[in-house]
């Protein structure tokens, strides 16, 4: 993907998710972190600060699942 598709996705998906900031690895993979400075109390075990994956698709999926906590 050229560096301002990336650029792009990059955008859309945060403001889709705007409680993460999305970046992308030298690597290659997608992440995002949350925002948020404090750990809720008693989160899930699934909570997560950080998500990521090897495509948009499977990062807005990690963004979509950590929603729903």
């Known amino acids: 993907m050229p560096w301002a598709a990336q650029e792009s996705t990059l955008a859309e998906i945060g403001r889709e998710y705007p409680g993460w900031r999305p ?3 030298s690597a290659g993979r997608w992440w995002a972190v949350r925002l948020a400075t ?3 109390v008693n989160p899930p075990n699934a909570w997560a600060r950080t998500v990521d994956g090897d495509d948009p698709e499977q990062l807005r999926a990690a963004l979509a699942a ?3 906590l």
């Open 23 to 25: 970046w992308r690895s």
């Open 38 to 40: 404090r750990t809720p």
């Open 66 to 68: 950590q929603e729903e």
